[in-house]
């Protein structure tokens, strides 16, 4: 008699993983709108990435709504989904979404920046030279920190979510 596994979605730690993995990815650089009647790479091959990386993990383990192409509607969506900013004074949880201020880009455009906090005074985000996600500094030496944001589902102690994962696979390895 084969007993079905309980299997308990770990969303603190598959959040942290996906993001820790995502180091280098290309999957980020494009992302394309029609503006006025042209195609349009709208990331600018990867220069812009930062809101679409950073919303398409978040949205990707349901902790937003959908994936964003700029800062403030990730942002705005950060907030209506039950995340709440953090005072900065104080070291992040490590999971943070973290809003660094507006700077300069090509052409003289402003952009704020967005990424997450891993610890140790390290963040992941956006390289806007490379085009992919990277390990930098929380602390930048060109931009403050605007706002830091947090989710109570990735408290450590709360490491389930009531969604359901498939046991495909799980139950495959039983059959074997």
């Known amino acids: 008699m084969n007993k079905k596994p309980s299997v308990k979605f770990l969303l603190r730690d598959s959040y942290l993983a996906v993001i820790n993995n995502s180091i280098g990815t290309r999957m980020y650089r494009n992302l394309y709108a029609e503006v006025d009647n042209v195609v349009t790479d709208v990331s600018h091959d990867g220069e812009l990435s930062c809101a679409y990386f950073v919303s398409s993990v978040l949205a990707a383990l349901g902790l937003i709504k959908k994936s964003h192409a700029v800062v403030s509607s990730t942002v705005k ?100």
């Open 77 to 176: 969506d950060l907030q209506e989904s039950g995340w709440h900013e953090v005072p900065a004074a104080h070291e992040p949880p490590i999971g943070s979404v973290v809003v660094w201020e507006n700077a300069a880009f090509s052409g003289g455009e402003l952009h704020r920046h967005i990424g997450f906090y891993i610890g140790n005074g390290n963040a992941i985000s956006n390289d806007q030279k490379t085009g992919c996600p990277n390990k930098h500094s929380l602390q930048s030496a060109t931009r403050n920190i605007e706002s830091i944001f947090w989710h109570p589902k990735l408290e450590a102690s709360q490491t389930t979510d009531e969604r359901t994962i498939s046991l495909h696979s799980v139950e495959q390895k039983q059959l074997v």
